[in-house]
């Protein structure tokens, strides 16, 4: 009987340590900015927005970030961080918030456009950007798999 207890017990914590572990993600998204000033209110906003850990590099203008799915999504953390003013692989920030940020953190908008275009959003592919809509193709913000035929799965998908 003991030992029957003892492999219930097991089994719940094993499968606790796999469902918690499930639900942690960690992505990597263009965010435009420059300076550290704009580092520390691009990994704030993802904070806010429910990241555990948010690290926006000046360097290659990329966010990496670590959440709990069940608590917020990439999208919501995308659009937090556009509400402070950069422009990113998911959301664009207002005229007004773009407006707000200081001198040296107002970076090239159309650049940034150019280079932050995602075909993706909450891992799945936007509708009308992809073939199959369905398929879960993206990661960090870009076409991941291969279709059959060896092409992307995503028609419109463009690199940033």
């Known amino acids: 009987m003991k030992t029957k207890h003892l492999f219930v017990a097991a089994a719940l914590l094993m499968g606790s340590l796999f469902s918690a572990q499930a639900q942690s993600k960690k992505e990597v998204f263009h965010v435009a900015g420059n300076c550290g000033m704009c580092k520390g209110r691009i990994e704030n906003a993802a ?7 948010a690290s926006w590099d000046a360097d290659s203008k990329k966010l990496t970030v670590s959440y709990d799915a069940a608590s917020t999504t ?3 953390i ?5 509400l402070v003013g950069h422009d990113n692989a998911g959301a664009k920030a207002t005229d ?9 953190c107002k970076y090239d908008r159309t ?8 075909c993706c959003k909450d891992g799945k592919c936007k509708d009308g950007s992809c073939k199959d809509t369905s ?25 940033s």
């Open 47 to 53: 904070k806010e927005a429910g990241a555990t850990q």
């Open 74 to 76: 990439v999208s919501k």
């Open 78 to 82: 995308q659009e937090q961080v556009a």
């Open 96 to 104: 007004e918030a773009y407006a707000k940020l200081h001198g040296c």
């Open 111 to 118: 650049a940034a456009a150019a280079g932050s275009e995602s």
């Open 135 to 159: 398929k879960d193709c993206c990661k960090n913000g870009q076409c991941d798999k291969k279709s059959k035929k060896g092409k992307s799965c995503c028609a419109n998908c463009t690199k």
